[in-house]
């Protein structure tokens, strides 16, 4: 008989039965869910389910990430509801506004493990992946089933392997891996399938480049993506008290449905856009392009060493006149860190503006709303139409520091060129 893969051990596992295939389908019991300020909705499913009573309140995770601080009356609102029932029900892990991103936070904290099965009312859940979970997303309606059962039905991806090998070239990073996958494959490449990252380029990448690579799985259609748990997950949970969980990997003989490799080395700054996420060109010739707001930020790159690139980029430079320049860490931690080491500081000196952790303007509900016409380059995961804004506006897809090296240049830029005097 073949091996098992990633995917088919873990939900044989959360499902209670010794093995389960590809197609399957079993009732699985998540080891963790969470949700952001859809947990409204998914509350008011609850409500009308009649059930009174959560599952396991301490195996539930609210985060207030999206609007935040709220746009708008509607929204803060909806904020005072849940932070009603977050006390009502006795969930204690809560994070109010201002603390991060979803995302973020469950792999910041240490939430995730590997081998766990995580879900999300969120479609980017699978950033939590990097680690070595099976991390997927579910609607609210799906959640306020969990939150009554703990359970769901979930029918086992087939896994399509991408191995990572060489080195990236200078300032290219995983984000332009990222794009690379997708021109290659484009956003329906692996429609619910379990993409799993393997190959010796990993052990250059951490946690953080993981994520990225997890989270863009998503724009591929992916059903779950992971890195499966290595030394460097590893001495990522030495950084705390906390158990590392079960490292789960693919045997050598399972059944795969697809393998594809890529090569780093070839793998220049890439640029996505706009509308459509396939779209993919090098920096070469997207240069010149020009653009109204650079943006950094989000659950794809938020993180420190994102606002690090960019720090490296703006230090000495300022934001070309008439464009503007916005950066929202993906966490409260992150933004301490990158202010003690002088990235906060660099970037707002440039005439950037840093916003409160959160999802700030990715989803197009404030914080950097675009206007009908104008052009934006953000380091986010989507470009489709009106995704920021205005119907009428264009966005384009980059790694943060080709958003930096444009924000200065006032168009679409190579920061391979801004940084060549920096060696």
Known sequence: MAGRTFAEKILARASGVPSVRAG???????????????????????????????????????????????????????????????????IKRFYDSGEGICHQLIVEDRLASPGQLILGADSHTLTAGAIGAFATGIGATEMAGIWATGSIWLKVPETVQITLTGHLGKESYAKDVALHLLKKYGPSGADYKSVEFTGSALLELSISSRMVLCNMATEMGAKTAIVPADATTSSWFQETDLPTGDSVKSDHDAKIADKFQVVLDD??????????IEDVRSVEEASGIHIDQAFV?????????????????????????????????????????????????????????????????????HEGVLGPGEVCISSSNRNFRGRMGSQDSEIYLASPATVAASAVKGCIADPREMLSNDL
């Open 267 to 276: 793998v220049p700054p890439l640029v996505s856009g706009p509308h459509k």
């Open 24 to 90: 399957e389908v079993v009732e699985a019991r998540p080891d963790l869910v969470f949700s952001h300020e859809n947990t409204f909705l998914v509350n008011k499913s609850f409500s009308e389910l009649g059930v009174g009573k959560l599952w396991d309140p301490d195996k539930i995770v609210i985060i207030l990430d999206h609007r935040t601080p709220a746009n708008n009356a509607q929204t803060a609102a909806v904020h005072s509801k849940i932070r009603e029932i977050v006390k009502t029900y006795g």
């Open 297 to 365: 930020g989000t659950c794809t790159n938020g993180r420190l060493e994102d606002l690090m690139a960019v720090s490296r980029v703006l230090k000495g430079r300022k934001v070309a006149p008439g464009r503007r320049l916005i950066v929202a860490p993906a966490s409260r931690r992150i933004m301490i860190d990158a202010i003690e080491m002088g990235a906060i500081r660099n970037i707002v000196a440039s005439g950037g503006t840093v916003l409160p952790p959160g999802c700030g303007p990715c989803l197009g509900a």
